[in-house]
């Protein structure tokens, strides 16, 4: 009879474990799914829960905005149902690739534009609660004019124009109608060189969004020879 009762017991030992087993390997069921976009190729790159327990996705469009690729903002409730949608961008394309909630109930989006500039730029853009823009910024156009001119194998002189053109629609935070800056630098370029700079710039504000940097930069090349190698020395 104890015997009947200790095999009795390792059998509903043994159904209890491959019940838990079982139950622990089954994947958690979906509570909801949702879908957005259009006709053409929309994509989600970010997502946050928002404070009305809610959703924030930020991300681009091709189906929707003013063309090319657009910033995609889609606010829904906790259940995943749309409550409204935002495209941001122009004809060229944009992309989100980050969105967090601010603490003014808005939003900031992080992403790249390419219709400021040949190359892709930063783009930064600011909403209010609803994702209507308050602000963008992105910084762009910009251009340098360089003079230089080598003495003998280990001495350069380089002079440059820099202007910068701030496109966005935010203003420049810095406040400032001119700011001179100097320094001396060391650095190695490669093993076998060692290079001493001075350099001396002034920068101004001309307005919001335009400055321009005048600059001159002294360089001294010093060669490091060694040993237990052999190097050509460059020309020039």
């Not at 959703?55 to 063309?67: D, K, P, Q």
């Not at 710039?201 to 020879?225: A, K, P």
Request: proline share 3%.
């Amino acid at each position: 009879m104890k015997k009947l009762s200790l095999l009795s017991l390792m059998g509903a030992i043994l159904v209890v474990s491959l019940l838990t087993a079982t139950t622990s390997a089954q994947p958690p069921d979906t509570l909801w799914t949702a879908t957005f976009g259009g006709g053409n190729q929309d994509a989600c790159l970010s997502v946050q829960q928002t404070t009305d327990d809610g959703y924030i996705l930020g991300g681009r469009t091709e189906s929707f905005g003013a063309g090319g690729s657009d910033m995609y903002l889609v606010k829904t409730d906790s259940l995943g149902d749309t409550l409204w949608t935002k495209t941001i961008g122009t004809s060229y394309w944009e992309y989100c690739y980050s969105v967090q909630q601010t603490s003014d109930d808005g939003y900031i989006l992080g992403g790249c534009s390419d219709a400021f500039s040949p190359y892709e730029d930063m783009y930064l853009v600011k909403t209010d609660s609803l994702g209507d823009t308050l602000w963008t910024k992105t910084r762009t156009y910009a251009a340098n004019l360089q003079w230089t001119n080598p003495f003998g194998k280990k001495q350069l002189l380089t002079g440059g124009l820099h202007f910068e053109l701030d496109d966005g629609e935010s203003p420049d935070d810095e406040q400032f109608t001119r700011k001179t800056e100097s320094g001396i630098a060391k650095d190695a370029p490669d093993s076998h060189w060692k290079n001493y700079a001075a350099y001396l710039q002034d920068e101004w504000l001309v307005s919001e969004r335009l400055r321009f940097t005048l600059g001159l930069r002294w360089d001294l090349f010093d060669f490091e020879s060694r040993p237990d190698s052999l190097y050509i020395q460059p020309e020039g």
